[in-house]
């Protein structure tokens, strides 16, 4: 679930998410309509934000009225349409769908221009003194399309290795 890492390093999002997993022992993981079983009192408790458990709830809300599509769904599905449906979640943007397409769908084409640790590698890569804008970026990462996905992993090593050195 990339809500539950907005925003935080991997290990508390995980924890968060092992919390939730445990409210739903029944299944590896919730169903839109599980959701309604459990309160907001109970997200708190595994460590979800009140806005990050109105994005949750939205997801829900907007997967069984069909605009979130399901898994096999969505698997058929190009990435920009991916993309234009999951924003339209309360609190979803388009790192959230990018991170989705990567992680959850092994899409190979994807470049996460906007992700810091992307722009950061970008940076350290190609020796430069500043961080290169999101439009820069993509325009440069045209180069390694269809491949983009492999290059936004090189970019995130690249970031983790200078700051591994320090």
């Not at 590698?121 to 045209?142: C, D, I, M, N, T």
Request: charged residues 30%.
């Amino acid at each position: 679930m990339a809500v539950a890492h907005q925003q935080l390093n991997g290990t508390a999002a995980n924890n968060i998410l092992a919390r939730f997993r445990k409210l739903f022992p029944e299944r590896k993981f919730p169903r839109a309509e599980d959701l309604n079983r459990v309160t907001d009192k109970q997200l708190r408790a595994c460590g979800f934000s009140f806005a990050k458990i109105a994005s949750i709830r939205d997801i829900a809300a907007k997967t069984l009225d069909g605009v979130v599509p399901a898994s096999r769904q969505m698997a058929k599905l190009p990435d920009d349409e991916i993309i234009g449906r999951l924003t339209e979640v309360r609190g979803v943007g388009r790192w959230t769908a990018e991170m989705l397409l990567i992680f959850q769908l092994g899409r190979s084409d994807v470049l996460p221009a906007a992700d810091f640790g992307v722009r950061n590698g970008f940076r350290h890569a190609y020796k430069r003194r500043a961080l290169p804008s999101v439009k820069g970026l993509l325009a440069f990462g045209e180069r390694w399309r269809p491949h983009r996905t492999t290059a936004a992993w090189y970019l995130w090593c690249a970031a983790d290795a200078v700051r591994k050195k320090k």
